[in-house]
């Protein structure tokens, strides 16, 4: 029988405004990366999402990204390393200290948003973020985007890490995620992102728009939990999976 994670990004509401369908996510996925509370989220949400989360069994890893409410984190700020160190410490600590509160412990550590695409570019963003995070829990698994200087930095740091592909994103030929802004870039019909996904499975690797393959180990596949489309996508490809002879459960 073989074995995939999938994941979501969850934790995102803030105040009264909701984002993201969580608890129905928390039935189908088997690994959160909760909101830190810069980009997204705040205390009572990342709790209550801790919360459902346990109890569903799903894996709790910390989601860290910029501090942009109003952009959600997909803009693009420059910051020294000892800024981003503290950025990202800072927000660890929080989750860290949500889930000791509630007998448990982080599993994973994955970017958020344009932090995640500046650190799969660049191999010093990747590393201060990585060794930043490993300075305060050095048994996180790193949720890399493979190939990128995301691979490349957590491997130089001897973390353990998964490889990551995304249902809902198309990708360049170096393996980075097609910008946003760009037609095509986000997919948003269930059933195209589960011949993506199977397809990649299929070609043991991340295919490319114009069909190109990058061979990788796929041990991870993501639904960005803020889409609409999000459940539906996420509900699909667990039954493709299954269907598949995959069993959908985190890395232990």
Same mark, same amino acid.
Not at 4 to 33: C, H, R, T, Y
Not at 52 to 73: E, I, K, M, N, T
Not at 203 to 223: E, F, H, S
């Given at each position: 029988?073989?074995?995939?994670?999938?994941?979501?990004?969850?934790?995102?509401?803030?105040?009264?405004?909701?984002?993201? !369908?969580?608890?129905?996510?928390?039935?189908?996925?088997?690994? $959160?990366?909760?909101?830190? *509370?810069?980009?997204?989220?705040? $205390?009572?949400?990342?709790?209550?999402?801790?919360?459902?989360?346990? %109890?569903?069994?799903?894996?709790?890893?910390?989601?860290?990204?910029?501090?942009?409410? !109003?952009?959600? *984190?997909?803009?693009?700020?420059?910051?020294?390393?000892?800024?981003?160190?503290?950025?990202?410490?800072?927000?660890?600590?929080?989750?860290? *200290?949500?889930?000791?509160?509630?007998? %448990?412990?982080?599993?994973?550590?994955?970017?958020? *948003? $344009?932090?995640?695409?500046?650190?799969?570019?660049?191999?010093?963003?990747?590393?201060?973020?990585?060794?930043?995070?490993?300075?305060?829990?050095?048994?996180?698994?790193?949720?890399?985007?493979?190939?990128?200087?995301?691979?490349?930095?957590?491997?130089?740091?001897?973390?353990? !890490?998964?490889?990551?592909?995304?249902?809902?994103?198309?990708?360049?030929?170096?393996?980075?995620?097609?910008?946003?802004?760009?037609?095509?870039?986000?997919?948003?019909?269930?059933?195209?992102?589960?011949?993506?996904?199977?397809?990649?499975?299929?070609?043991?690797?991340?295919?490319?728009?114009?069909?190109?393959?990058?061979?990788?180990?796929?041990?991870?596949?993501?639904?960005?939990?803020?889409? $609409?489309?999000?459940?539906?996508?996420?509900?699909?490809?667990?039954?493709?999976?299954?269907?598949?002879?995959?069993?959908?459960?985190?890395?232990?």
């Amino acid at each position: 029988m073989k074995t995939i994670d999938l994941n979501a990004d969850m934790g995102e509401s803030f105040g009264p405004w909701v984002m993201g !369908q969580d608890a129905a996510l928390l039935k189908i996925v088997s690994s $959160a990366n909760i909101a830190c *509370g810069f980009h997204a989220g705040d $205390a009572d949400t990342m709790a209550r999402t801790m919360d459902l989360a346990l %109890a569903a069994g799903v894996a709790l890893g910390a989601h860290p990204g910029f501090a942009d409410l !109003q952009g959600f *984190g997909r803009r693009r700020i420059k910051l020294s390393a000892a800024e981003l160190t503290n950025l990202v410490q800072y927000q660890l600590g929080a989750a860290m *200290g949500m889930s000791a509160a509630r007998g %448990a412990r982080l599993a994973h550590f994955k970017l958020h *948003g $344009a932090l995640a695409n500046m650190a799969s570019e660049d191999e010093g963003i990747a590393r201060t973020c990585y060794a930043a995070a490993l300075a305060v829990q050095p048994d996180l698994r790193l949720v890399v985007m493979p190939g990128t200087a995301l691979d490349r930095a957590a491997t130089a740091l001897g973390a353990a !890490q998964s490889a990551e592909i995304f249902a809902d994103r198309t990708y360049n030929a170096d393996g980075t995620l097609t910008d946003r802004s760009l037609p095509g870039a986000v997919i948003h019909d269930p059933q195209v992102a589960v011949c993506h996904v199977l397809g990649m499975l299929a070609a043991g690797g991340i295919v490319t728009p114009q069909g190109d393959v990058l061979q990788t180990r796929i041990d991870t596949i993501c639904v960005h939990g803020d889409s $609409a489309e999000a459940l539906d996508i996420a509900g699909q490809l667990s039954d493709a999976l299954q269907g598949q002879g995959y069993t959908i459960a985190a890395p232990r």
